[in-house]
């Protein structure tokens, strides 16, 4: 059921479970201090639910948002203090950023702290520059959207802004990062579906003439 398991890159030590239930779980986000790990789980309805794991202590997951959307694509800010996620609440997927304290999370992130809606003409994927200054997704138009993110005791979202048409990238599946930008935000690495040669067809007509020779 795509239970979630840790490994050290350096092979030593076993495979250790993080996460193991009866829904689907892909793991989309970890914090930079290494304290906490997002993941999205499919549960009752097939609804999409963002979970955040604290990796210290009971590691007992809880609920990162509590509503009757999808919710997913979700990221951590290179600072730890805002989440970036996708959600349908507004009846089409669109880019939302919300404060992130490891205090409110007993109650759900979205009973606490603010939530600033990033994209103006749907969104998917979205993913921090290393300054978390600076935020890219992608939109309904398949275009590479930048808005300049600013905080102070809020947060401040700049006018959405085109930086290209982005390589079509095939059908998202919830967990897979199909692109992302370089720390500085000056290049971007796509996932892209190899194209293949269509093989040519051989049409043969009168072929039961040939039968008779």
Do not use: C
């Amino acid at each position: 059921m795509g239970d979630i398991y840790e490994k050290r890159l350096d092979g030593a030590g076993d495979v250790e479970p993080l996460v193991k239930s009866n829904e689907w779980k892909f793991p989309l986000s970890w914090s930079r201090d290494r304290r906490f790990l997002l993941y999205v789980s499919v549960g009752g309805g097939s609804r999409f639910k963002l979970w955040v794991l604290p990796l210290q202590g009971d590691r007992k997951p809880l609920p990162l948002l509590r509503t009757e959307f999808d919710e997913l694509d979700a990221r951590f800010s290179p600072d730890g203090r805002w989440i970036a996620y996708v959600s349908n609440e507004s009846g089409r997927n669109e880019v939302y950023v919300r404060s992130f304290a490891a205090d409110t999370l007993p109650s759900g992130v979205s009973n606490a702290g603010g939530k600033w809606l990033i994209s103006d003409n749907g969104g998917s994927s979205p993913m921090w520059r290393n300054d978390s200054n600076e935020l890219y997704y992608i939109d309904l138009e398949g275009k590479l959207i930048a808005v300049t993110i600013s905080a102070g005791p809020g947060l401040h979202a700049g006018v959405p802004r085109v930086l290209f048409k982005a390589p079509p990238i095939g059908v998202p599946r919830p967990g897979m990062a199909r692109w992302a930008p370089s720390p500085d935000g000056k290049r971007f690495l796509f996932l892209v579906p190899e194209a293949r040669e269509q093989s040519p067809v051989t049409v043969v007509l009168n072929w039961q003439a040939g039968l008779k020779k």
